[in-house]
């Protein structure tokens, strides 16, 4: 807003910068019902601070409320011991995105309320220099028998100084309002700590039911395994040919490729272990090695 006003004409210029259509229908209401403060140069200041405070209140008010209903949908979920209500409501609303984003809202607004808090005790000290300062001289006027030109002053110097109480109280009053928001924002800012550690929680809530169904999977899987396992290894021992069922009376039914199939089979399974062993105590090894700091330092 830029502003000028002439003292000797009770005259105010302003222009309104970045207003949209209803603040400036807003703006237009307000000055029509403003009266006789018409002439008051705070006038247009103090209604740019009504619009902000107006604004800023309202986003305070949307950001602790969904704060609260936040903070109870974690507490409904933590409550209850359905999985599927669970799995819908982290599928249907993000919580853990939403808590950041009312963080960055909070934060932005704790750091703007004190600027603002700022401009509004510079306006109150204006209007204590303002009624410190002599009022401007009035031109000279016709006579009027009802009332003399010494006492129109008088009276118009009272309602100037009555408008400067009442503009500085409303001030002060918005200021003291400010000063209380601020500490509900301080408040929801310290308690976003705590309510994320729960949001943290419920995220690993969701994580432990997505286990417990992939192991029951993985249960039914295992069963399914050893009831066929046994079976297809008979079934493919005996389909090797390693047993000679027409042999003579007095001969061993084994062949020489059933301990073929021993030996390579036991060399096999050996081999293997021993590389799994290698492999483990290797890795074991390594993340000793990073986790202990003096030992990195000396290689």
């Known amino acids: 807003m ?3 006003h002439f003292c000797h004409k009770r005259l105010s210029l302003c222009i309104f910068y970045g207003c949209s259509h209803e603040q400036s229908l807003d703006i237009e209401r307000r000055l029509d019902k403003a009266g006789p403060s018409i002439c008051h140069p705070m006038l247009a200041p ?9 604004r800023l209140v309202g986003r305070i008010e949307f950001v602790t409320d969904d704060f609260v209903d936040a903070t109870e949908t974690l507490s409904c979920l933590s409550s209850t011991s359905e999985p599927a209500l669970i799995q819908e409501a982290g599928g249907r609303d993000n919580i853990t995105g939403l808590l950041f984003g009312l963080y960055n809202q909070d934060r932005e607004l704790a750091s703007g309320i004190p600027i603002v808090m700022n401009q ?34 008088e009276v118009n110097t ?6 400067d109480l009442k503009f500085r109280e409303r001030l ?23 309510t994320t550690q729960r ?56 062949t020489v490729y059933f301990w073929v199939y021993v030996a390579i089979a036991g060399a096999l399974t050996i081999g293997t272990v021993v590389i799994w062993s290698t492999l483990t105590r290797a ?17």
């Open 46 to 54: 103090g209604i740019l601070v009504e619009i902000d405070r107006g």
């Open 283 to 299: 890795n074991r090894g390594t993340h000793g090695l990073l986790s202990d700091p003096e030992r990195l330092a000396s290689v």
């Open 172 to 194: 002060q009053e918005i200021r003291t309002e400010y000063n209380q928001k601020l500490d509900q924002c301080h408040m929801v800012l310290e308690s976003l700590s705590f």
């Open 120 to 153: 509004i005790s510079g306006m109150i000290q204006h209007l204590v220099e303002l009624e410190s300062m002599p009022a401007p001289p009035q031109r000279k006027k016709k006579f009027r028998k009802k009332l003399r030109a010494g006492d129109r002053r």
């Open 199 to 254: 949001a943290s929680d419920f995220s690993n809530v969701l994580i432990s039911f997505a286990m417990k169904k992939e192991s029951t999977q993985m249960r039914s899987i295992a069963l399914v395994t050893m009831i066929f396992l046994p079976v297809t290894s008979v079934a493919s021992v005996f389909s090797m040919g390693v047993f000679n069922w027409s042999a003579p009376e007095g001969k061993s039914v084994l």
């Open 158 to 163: 009272a309602y100037e100084e009555n408008m």
């Open 2 to 4: 830029s502003s000028t």
